[in-house]
Structures are given as C-alpha cells and as structure tokens.
C-alpha cells in the first residue's frame, strides 16, 4: 500500500502568490489532518477532517489558509496569498479509529514549501 | 493548554552505548504519549505509545505522572537508529476538538557512531 500521498513534494514560489497542497489518505481512513512544520520544530496541526467535516480549525490561519476535503477523501490546503513565513514542511496524515478507540496516525512525506 | 518539551536537540552516542531520549510535558488532565520516529529520507512514523506498554526496535519508554515525564530508552544503540525523535502527546478519552490532536515536541536528533 502507498500510504498518505501528497504531492507535490517540493514548491518554491514568489510571495503573494497562490499555492495549493494535495493530499490522498489511506483507504478508508476517515480522519484527516493538515499539520505545518517549521525549519526545526515539530509539527503543528493546522486542521482536522472527520470524514468531510472540518472539526478543528482552530489553528488554522484563515486570512489566508483554506482546506476542503470533497466527498471525505481527498484533501487540498490553499494559501492565498504566501508570506515569507509560510517557507515550511506542510504534512497531511490519516488515521482510523479501531473498537478500542485506539487511533494511530499515519504521515505522507511532506510538501516543502520555499517561499521567495 | 498542553505542552511537550524535549530539552536535547542534538544526541550523540556510540554504538553499544545506552541512549535516553527525554521528553517532558505539561497537561492538566490526562495524556496518552508517543514517540514518533522520522529516519532519513523517510516519513514521519509511530514509533511506540505509552499505553501499549511495549518494546519497539528495543526502545521503551514509561509514562510518569508524578514527574511528567515520557522519557525514550534503549540499552544498546545501533547505528540504525539514528533519526530525528519526535515526543506527543494527545489528551486521552477527550471528545470534540480534543480529539487526535496531537502536540508535538521540537524532537531530537539522535546519531550513533559507529
């Protein structure tokens, strides 16, 4: 199995420019989340989708930031316009919930995010 | 609010030699804790939690309440297990916007010299 995909992998762009991030998560995973990782820190989770509703958004910074995830599955993030601060790793990550309730979330790569 | 410290950015150890990864964290209610892995050139993946209470790749790592702490210990380091080491933590039995969200600390490089 793939995993988490997301792509693209890399992106530099100009500032004030419009960028958008994919993410595919694993088949029949009906959590979703968006986490923004800065040069050095751990990642910071900027969204959470259970199935196609986003159910913490509360980190997400929506000036300019904006998630949807169309039918529970795929996801996109936007952000209109970058800042110079936006340069970061944005992961996506999936996770199922067994009849434990035991919930194990699974990373795609990464986009890395250069912005000039 | 919760908090995950890990005050090391940087360990390095020899082969053979013990290694403990600390992490530390601050929550009023009750936690569960992990130790997420990221190796070379690969994603970010769950290495153990606490409430497994297991041994992964001969690491372990015991939740203490009284000192807050969630600490990574492995007795013989190999040089395969140099990577970077993330501690998290997420409130456990937490419904609505608690839930999943998991906090994670500034992680910790670890290398093993050969």
């Known amino acids: 199995e793939a995993g988490v995909v997301q792509s693209p992998r890399y992106k530099i762009i100009e500032k004030k420019q419009p960028v958008a991030f994919w993410c595919n998560p694993i088949?029949?995973?009906?959590?979703l989340y968006w986490y923004r990782q800065n040069l050095g820190q751990g990642p910071e989770l900027l969204i959470r989708?259970?199935?196609?509703?986003?159910?913490?958004d509360s980190q997400l910074p929506k000036d300019r930031f904006s998630a949807e995830r169309l039918k529970g599955v795929d996801s996109t993030l936007k952000i209109q316009p970058a800042e110079l601060g936006d340069s970061a790793v944005y992961l996506c990550?999936?996770?199922?919930?067994?009849?434990?309730?035991?919930?194990?979330?699974?990373f795609g790569p990464g986009t890395r995010l250069l912005v000039l | 609010a919760q908090r995950v410290t890990q005050p090391e950015k940087l360990l390095s150890v020899f082969k053979g030699a013990p290694v403990e990864l600390k992490c530390n964290y601050s929550y009023s209610g009750s936690p569960e804790l992990f130790w997420y892995v990221q190796y070379s050139r690969q994603r970010l993946q769950l290495l153990l939690r606490h409430i497994s209470r297991e041994s992964i790749k001969g690491f372990t790592a015991d939740l203490n309440k009284g000192e807050t702490s969630f600490h990574l210990k492995k007795p013989f380091a190999q040089e395969e297990d140099s990577a970077m080491y993330y501690c998290?933590?997420?409130?456990?039995?937490?419904?609505?916007?608690?839930?999943?969200?998991?906090?994670f600390g500034q992680g910790t490089i670890l290398t093993v010299h050969p």
């Open positions: 998290a933590l997420r409130p456990a039995n937490a419904g609505g916007t608690s839930y999943g969200k998991l906090t």
């Open positions: 990550a999936s996770s199922l919930r067994d009849r434990f309730y035991q919930e194990t979330q699974y």
């Open positions: 088949s029949g995973h009906n959590t």
């Open positions: 989708y259970e199935n196609e509703e986003a159910v913490d």
